[in-house]
């Protein structure tokens, strides 16, 4: 019996179940949202590259220094034993995101993920050098001449220049970046220091410059997540059905809806005619479609149905400009609802405003909203999860700030001797061998006092001078305890450390063996 299995060739015409995406050209935009975006990412960047050239206490103030097992934070020097902290600050980090998604939903991805911020960056080098909306199409869809070849030239090199940058930044923040600098002129980076630098401008020229939106659509995980912090009383960007369908051109002197006797639709039948408009491309959306901007369709299988026709008086404020998508750096249509590829950036809401300006309509046809008021029902923004994670961020932060600034800048560890359990010595005493580890985190030498507390009788031999510890350095210093008066079992005992000045004291709390 044969055991290969017949396969019938469905198509043989090289066709892919691979489509590619069309790319999104999205259109520049002015406002308060574009405003405020535009004022985020200059101060990101801003303290990106600026804090690794500032100097604090004479050395660079941020500076990640893995070979010494330091982090230098503006005067703050975090060393191996304070990884709390990190492990606080990682907490916080992650109430913060899960805070804000609940509250306005994505205000992270659209005002400071470093994808948006960097993209931004590269869209305006884009405009620079290849023009607006309009020129950058043609200039795609034209054939390679002479000036498409300078302006495309001119824009990778402007793009590579700035990731070289922000790779050699990037390493910067872990090797003193005067000292960078100074190795570049004669070509003496390590290898280590030459591939990083590589590799994070190569990635920031790939992520800003060629996939975009694919990284927030594809390779982000937050996308996928953040419908479990979503309800219907988030902040939202929404479109509002009601007002606005059903959509379409109109002649100028056309009253808004909100001024006609028409008035707000109910949202059902509101909703209906989203669904209809979404599933059946307009006039418009099929130009956008010719431009090359993303919009969603709807499954669209079987014979498409004309949209019925609408007398004047019957229309909605939206006139179907699709200015809202064209905008949208993520090339999708808010009019269809909220999509998980919504960044929450706030452009679709800046340009709708402008066309209602033009047409004398009010405002917020667009808006950041919820749901439920939407759709006209009570709505409650400050709600139980709000409040929780709103506390529990909260104490977080009091809980960091205060261990930050009360943490001692002095760490003690006792070791025993684990060669001997305890020593006789010729005269009949007990005594028991320790070493003890100090740690000096200020940034100039100090002098520390040792001292014993615990079980009568006991003192550290030869106990005269003070140990002398250089700034940022370890050192073990060995010590004896005896029992002058004999001791015998297991005696609580505790090591005091403190400075000379009597600014910083530490307690290591040990155990004092002697004979059963």
């Given at each position: 019996?044969?055991?290969?299995?017949?396969?019938?060739?469905v198509d043989?015409?090289?066709g892919s179940?691979?489509v590619?995406?069309?790319k999104?050209y999205?259109?520049?935009?002015s406002g308060p949202?574009?405003r405020?975006?535009v004022?985020?990412?200059v101060?990101?960047?801003?303290m990106?590259?600026?804090f690794?050239?500032l100097r604090?206490?004479?050395?660079?103030?941020?500076?990640?220094d893995?070979?010494?097992?330091?982090?230098?934070v503006f005067?703050l020097t975090?060393w191996?034993?304070?990884f709390l902290f990190?492990?606080l600050l990682?907490i916080i980090?992650?109430?913060?995101?899960?805070f804000f998604?609940?509250?306005?939903?994505?205000l992270?991805?659209?005002?400071a993920?470093?994808?948006?911020?960097?993209t931004?960056v590269?869209l305006?080098?884009?405009r620079?050098?290849?023009?607006?909306r309009?020129?950058?199409m043609k200039?795609?869809a034209?054939p390679w001449?002479?000036?498409?070849?300078?302006?495309?030239?001119?824009?990778?090199?402007?793009?590579a220049?700035?990731?070289?940058w922000?790779?050699?930044?990037?390493?910067?923040?872990?090797?003193?970046i005067?000292?960078?600098?100074?190795?570049?002129?004669?070509l003496?980076w390590g290898?280590w220091?030459?591939?990083?630098?590589?590799?994070?401008?190569?990635?920031t020229?790939?992520?800003?410059g060629?996939?975009?939106?694919q990284?927030?659509k594809?390779?982000?995980?937050?996308?996928?997540f953040q419908?479990?912090?979503?309800d219907?009383?988030t902040l939202?960007?929404?479109?509002d059905?009601?007002?606005?369908e059903?959509?379409?051109?109109r002649k100028r002197?056309l009253?808004?809806v909100?001024e006609?006797?028409?008035?707000?639709?109910?949202p059902r039948t509101a909703?209906?005619?989203?669904?209809?408009a979404?599933?059946?491309?307009?006039?418009a959306t099929?130009?956008?479609?010719?431009?090359?901007?993303?919009?969603w369709?709807?499954d669209?299988?079987?014979?498409?149905q004309p949209l019925?026709?609408?007398g004047?008086?019957?229309?909605?404020?939206?006139?179907?400009?699709?200015?809202?998508?064209?905008?949208?750096?993520?090339?999708?249509?808010?009019?269809?609802?909220?999509?998980y590829?919504?960044?929450?950036?706030g452009?679709c809401?800046d340009?709708c405003n402008?066309v209602m300006?033009?047409?004398?309509?009010?405002?917020?046809?667009?808006r950041?909203s919820t749901?439920?008021?939407?759709?006209g029902k009570p709505t409650r923004?400050?709600?139980?999860?709000?409040l929780v994670?709103g506390?529990?961020l909260?104490?977080f932060m009091?809980a960091?700030?205060v261990?930050?600034?009360?943490?001692?800048d002095l760490?003690v560890?006792a070791?025993?001797d684990r060669n001997?359990?305890y020593?006789?010595t010729?005269d009949?005493?007990?005594?028991n061998?320790?070493t003890?580890k100090?740690?000096n985190?200020?940034?100039?030498?100090?002098?520390f006092?040792l001292a014993?507390e615990g079980?009568?009788?006991?003192?550290?031999?030869?106990?005269?001078?003070l140990?002398?510890?250089?700034?940022?350095?370890v050192?073990s210093?060995?010590?004896?305890v005896v029992?002058r008066?004999g001791a015998?079992?297991?005696?609580?005992?505790?090591?005091?450390v403190?400075?000379?000045d009597?600014a910083s004291?530490?307690?290591?709390?040990s155990?004092?063996?002697?004979?059963?």
């Amino acid at each position: 019996m044969s055991r290969n299995i017949p396969i019938d060739v469905v198509d043989d015409g090289g066709g892919s179940m691979y489509v590619k995406e069309r790319k999104v050209y999205p259109r520049d935009v002015s406002g308060p949202l574009s405003r405020l975006r535009v004022a985020a990412v200059v101060w990101l960047l801003g303290m990106f590259y600026l804090f690794p050239w500032l100097r604090w206490d004479g050395r660079q103030a941020v500076l990640f220094d893995l070979p010494a097992r330091k982090f230098h934070v503006f005067g703050l020097t975090f060393w191996p034993q304070d990884f709390l902290f990190l492990a606080l600050l990682l907490i916080i980090a992650a109430l913060a995101l899960f805070f804000f998604t609940a509250l306005a939903g994505r205000l992270f991805c659209g005002y400071a993920c470093p994808q948006t911020v960097w993209t931004e960056v590269f869209l305006w080098m884009e405009r620079l050098t290849e023009g607006d909306r309009p020129h950058r199409m043609k200039l795609d869809a034209g054939p390679w001449t002479g000036e498409k070849i300078l302006r495309k030239g001119a824009k990778h090199l402007l793009w590579a220049a700035f990731a070289l940058w922000t790779g050699f930044t990037f390493v910067g923040f872990f090797t003193p970046i005067t000292d960078l600098g100074a190795r570049l002129s004669t070509l003496s980076w390590g290898g280590w220091e030459t591939f990083w630098v590589l590799f994070y401008a190569f990635a920031t020229w790939g992520n800003a410059g060629f996939l975009r939106e694919q990284v927030c659509k594809y390779m982000c995980p937050y996308a996928r997540f953040q419908s479990a912090m979503f309800d219907r009383n988030t902040l939202i960007i929404a479109y509002d059905p009601m007002r606005g369908e059903p959509r379409g051109p109109r002649k100028r002197g056309l009253a808004s809806v909100l001024e006609r006797a028409r008035g707000l639709l109910d949202p059902r039948t509101a909703y209906d005619y989203v669904f209809r408009a979404s599933k059946h491309p307009s006039a418009a959306t099929q130009a956008a479609h010719a431009k090359g901007t993303i919009t969603w369709d709807g499954d669209l299988g079987g014979e498409v149905q004309p949209l019925p026709k609408f007398g004047y008086e019957e229309l909605g404020d939206c006139i179907d400009c699709t200015i809202c998508v064209q905008v949208c750096p993520t090339g999708i249509d808010i009019r269809n609802g909220l999509q998980y590829e919504c960044i929450a950036c706030g452009a679709c809401i800046d340009a709708c405003n402008e066309v209602m300006d033009k047409m004398g309509y009010p405002k917020g046809l667009i808006r950041y909203s919820t749901q439920n008021a939407i759709d006209g029902k009570p709505t409650r923004v400050l709600r139980p999860r709000i409040l929780v994670y709103g506390l529990l961020l909260a104490g977080f932060m009091v809980a960091w700030a205060v261990g930050v600034g009360t943490r001692s800048d002095l760490i003690v560890e006792a070791l025993r001797d684990r060669n001997a359990l305890y020593r006789e010595t010729a005269d009949g005493l007990v005594e028991n061998a320790y070493t003890l580890k100090l740690v000096n985190k200020a940034d100039d030498p100090r002098r520390f006092r040792l001292a014993i507390e615990g079980a009568p009788g006991l003192e550290l031999r030869d106990n005269d001078d003070l140990v002398t510890v250089a700034a940022g350095a370890v050192v073990s210093v060995p010590v004896v305890v005896v029992a002058r008066d004999g001791a015998s079992g297991r005696n609580d005992i505790r090591f005091v450390v403190e400075s000379e000045d009597g600014a910083s004291r530490e307690v290591v709390e040990s155990s004092f063996f002697g004979p059963m």
